[in-house]
């Protein structure tokens, strides 16, 4: 099982940035599927997270500002970010809860991607 994150780079304050993150492998099912950020020497927080039924927690963001998305049929999970500034600087990770297909049934296990670079500067 694999976490494939995308979208994260450089933009002004003030500019928009679009994250993306699928999910590959011996997937049986999905629960939770969310996105968690880390600033430099901070801890990793939430910022947004999505269950298998639809429900949708935000962490200490504005939820003005960030909407996540999520699509069950291709085990994807999008965050939309508008209006950055400096304090969204951090290494946003892509996170799922995923059961994997055994023997004996599903096996859960939580599941992060590599992470990726969200930087607001002028």
């Known amino acids: 099982v694999q976490l494939q994150a995308s979208g994260g780079g450089s933009v002004q304050p003030g500019g928009s940035l679009r994250l993306s993150c699928a999910a590959s492998g011996n997937i049986a099912i999905i629960n939770d599927m969310g996105w968690y950020r880390q600033a430099p020497g901070k801890q990793r927080d939430l910022v947004a997270l999505?269950?298998?039924?639809?429900?949708?927690t935000y962490g200490e963001v504005d939820e003005g500002r960030f909407t996540i998305s999520r699509d069950y049929a291709r085990n994807m999970i999008h965050l939309q970010m508008n209006s950055l500034n400096a304090e969204d600087t951090a290494v946003y990770y892509c996170?799922?809860?995923?059961?994997?297909?055994?023997?004996?049934?599903?096996?859960?296990?939580?599941?992060w991607g590599q992470g990726t670079q969200v930087t607001v500067s002028s």
């Open positions: 999505t269950t298998s039924g639809g429900k949708v």
């Open positions: 996170y799922a809860e995923i059961g994997r297909a055994v023997v004996t049934g599903v096996d859960l296990e939580d599941y």
